[in-house]
């Protein structure tokens, strides 16, 4: 089992910052792809951006130049820098984890509330 902890969400104006943090805990080993999505009520659950444990990244096309995905994995913790923050980036931010070996599985965060005034 995995469980997974998201911090730094909160409101901002538009063309701020925020930096949100997902820390693994439980039994982390094996864990290869984290990542971040978000998801607005009454909305399906988007990709925001991945990262494996190798490093190699991926991002949606809304939020590519403004947002990097990083990861620290000896304290087995995926970041999410946001800049240049627009109010359609106010969504609730999951934090994903994809766990391989003999016990495999998906496991997401409570989520983050990120909020973008006008």
């Known amino acids: 089992q995995v469980q997974l902890v998201e911090s730094g969400g909160g409101l901002v104006q538009a063309g701020g910052s925020l930096r949100l943090s997902c820390a693994a805990s439980g039994r982390p080993s094996g864990i290869n792809t984290m990542a971040w999505y978000r998801q607005a009520p009454g909305n399906q659950r988007e990709m925001v951006a991945t990262?494996?444990?190798?490093?190699?990244?991926n991002y949606a096309n809304s939020v590519k130049g403004r947002f990097t995905i990083s990861r620290d994995n000896a304290k087995n913790t995926v970041y999410l820098q946001m800049n240049s923050l627009k109010p359609e980036d106010t969504n609730v931010y999951y934090c994903?984890?994809?766990?391989?070996?003999?016990?495999?599985?998906?496991?997401w965060g409570q989520g983050t509330q990120v909020t973008v005034s006008s």
């Open positions: 990262i494996t444990s190798g490093g190699s990244t």
């Open positions: 994903y984890a994809y766990k391989t070996g003999v016990v495999s599985g998906n496991y």
